[in-house]
C-alpha cells in the first residue's frame, strides 16, 4: 500500500491550497480516508476524514467552516481544499488510512506527508 501526498508549498495568510492523497495498492473506494497534520513542537491532529462512499465527512472544529475534505473513487484519491489559510495551519499534512476496508479502528498506512507554511 502506498499513499502519495502533494500540493503543499508556501502560501500567504488568506490564500488557498488543495492537498491530494493518491492511494495504490488497495481497494481505495472501500476504505475510510483521514487528514491529519502536525505542527512544530506539537503532537498530530486529524484535520477531516471522509468515509468510504464520500457521503459522510468530519472536520476538526480547528477548520471546520476553511476545509473541505473530498475523494475521487476513480482516481483513487482523497483532496482537502484549504481556503483562508491562517499561520496557525502551518503543519505537515498527512493523508492516511485504516488497515482494513469499511473501518475506521485504526490508521496504519501513512503518506510521506507534505508541508505547508503559511506566512501572515
Known amino acids: 500500500v502506498q499513499l502519495q501526498a502533494s500540493g503543499g508549498g508556501l502560501v500567504q495568510a488568506g490564500d488557498s491550497l488543495r492537498l491530494s492523497c493518491v492511494v495504490s495498492?488497495?481497494?481505495?473506494?472501500?476504505?475510510?480516508m483521514g487528514w491529519f497534520r502536525q505542527a512544530p513542537g506539537k503532537e498530530r491532529e486529524i484535520v477531516a476524514v471522509?468515509?468510504?462512499?464520500?457521503?459522510?465527512?468530519f472536520v476538526a472544529d480547528s477548520v471546520k467552516d476553511r476545509f473541505t475534505v473530498s475523494r475521487d473513487d476513480a482516481k483513487n484519491t482523497v483532496y482537502l481544499q484549504m481556503n483562508s489559510l491562517k499561520p496557525e495551519d502551518t503543519a505537515v499534512y498527512y493523508c492516511?488510512?485504516?488497515?482494513?476496508?469499511?473501518?475506521?479502528?485504526?490508521?496504519?498506512?501513512w503518506g510521506q506527508g507534505t508541508l505547508v507554511t503559511v506566512s501572515s
Open positions: 492516511a488510512i485504516p488497515p482494513r476496508p469499511y473501518s475506521s479502528d485504526d490508521w496504519k498506512y
Open positions: 495498492g488497495l481497494t481505495f473506494s472501500r476504505y475510510i
Open positions: 471522509i468515509r468510504w462512499s464520500g457521503g459522510n465527512t
